[in-house]
Structure formats: structure tokens, C-alpha cells
């Protein structure tokens, strides 16, 4: 069970749902801090997963704490831990507490999309029919998670080659779902992508 305050804004469509968001080094700032804003007001309980992998351009130093491209630090320093969010590591995640995992883009899903317990968590995830969604360069895992075979998604256009060669049915619209798989396709498409969450998991 996860434990911290939860503050319920006025949507409440998320009450008793648990997201998390994983990110590693040089994430799409907006597309962890939209989807943390927007699932806290329909009172999610949100968990940011920060994995210590990749590396920063400004400049590569261990032990750094996992940062955005535009420099948002994990922990985020204006929201206060224990607050509207909580932290784990990617080997404190347990599925069952779990509703859906969110991947935003950015440099992120290359670091992502080569760690074995991040595939093995979206393969069981989808596996067990939770909502596995992701934004931008975000399918990146979803390809090498082995998942986007016949299903319709979306993209950022510099990952639309790799979904096509991996199977997937392209669709240049802002936000996609195909069963459990919700895919967005730019930080414009923020308010789609997170409305077809929130309808995903209400």
C-alpha cells in the first residue's frame, strides 16, 4: 500500500487509482509534470519511478539525481514529497498496486528500452491488462517491450519508421488507444493523451 497524503482536486474520476510515471536521465519535462498535475486533480495517487540510467548533457555526473531535459529534477523541488506524488525505484514496484504505467519521451525511452526490469514490468503489466501508456519518443519501450505488433499507435514522427518496421499500425492523431496500449503523439497532444487515460481507467 502506498502511503502519503492524497489531495483530491475536483475531478475525483481517479479516486482509488494508482499511476506510475517512469522516467530516466533527460525525460520531456511536460509530459511527466501535465500527466502528474492532471491525474492528481482526478485524485490518482501518483508515483514517480525515476530510473538512474542515460546520461545528462549538462554534464554527465554520477550519482546526479534523474533530471528533465529542461532541468526538472527528481524529487521535484516545487512539489513537496509525500504530497500529491511519492517515489519508489523500479525495484520497489509492485504491479498489484498498480493501474497503469505512463512513459514520457524525450531522451528517456532510449535509456528505458535497454533495461531489463522496465520490459519485464510492461510485459507483465500488459500481461495483466493494465494500462501501459505512452507519449512522443515514449513507444520506444513499447517496441522493445515487444507489445506494438498490430496495434494501432501514435508517435512523435522520428519513432513512426520504428513502429511500422516493428508491426504497428502508424495513425498520425493526437492520441491513440488499442485495448490496454495508449499512445500520444507530441506534448500539443497532452491534453488528449491524459483524457484518454483518465477515460481508460474511470
Known amino acids: 500500500m502506498l502511503k502519503y497524503v492524497k489531495r483530491v482536486g475536483p475531478g475525483h ?53 534523474v533530471t528533465g531535459r529542461y532541468g526538472t529534477p527528481i524529487p521535484l523541488e516545487v512539489f513537496e514529497e509525500g504530497g500529491r506524488y511519492a517515489i519508489k525505484r523500479i525495484n520497489e514496484i509492485n504491479l498489484d498496486d498498480f493501474d497503469a504505467l505512463i512513459f514520457p519521451g524525450g531522451f528517456s525511452p532510449d535509456s528505458l528500452r535497454i533495461t531489463p526490469r522496465v520490459l519485464e514490468l510492461v510485459r507483465t503489466a500488459y500481461e495483466r491488462g493494465k494500462i501501459i501508456a505512452a507519449i512522443c519518443h515514449g513507444p520506444q519501450v513499447l517496441i522493445s517491450a515487444g507489445l506494438v505488433k498490430g496495434k494501432r499507435v501514435t508517435s512523435y514522427v522520428a519513432v513512426r519508421d520504428d513502429l511500422v518496421n516493428a508491426g504497428a499500425i502508424f495513425t498520425d492523431e493526437p492520441a491513440t488507444r488499442d485495448g490496454n496500449i495508449i499512445t500520444g503523439r507530441v506534448p500539443d497532444d497532452l491534453p488528449e493523451f491524459c483524457q484518454l487515460i483518465i477515460e481508460a481507467l474511470s
Do not use: Q, T
Open 13 to 65: 474520476r481517479l479516486k482509488n487509482r494508482r499511476v506510475a510515471i517512469i522516467v530516466a536521465h533527460e525525460f520531456e519535462d511536460v509530459e511527466l509534470l501535465y500527466p502528474f498535475l492532471r491525474f492528481s486533480e482526478e485524485g490518482a495517487e501518483v508515483v514517480i519511478v525515476p530510473v538512474e540510467a542515460g546520461l545528462h548533457p549538462r554534464p554527465s555526473v554520477r550519482g546526479k539525481p
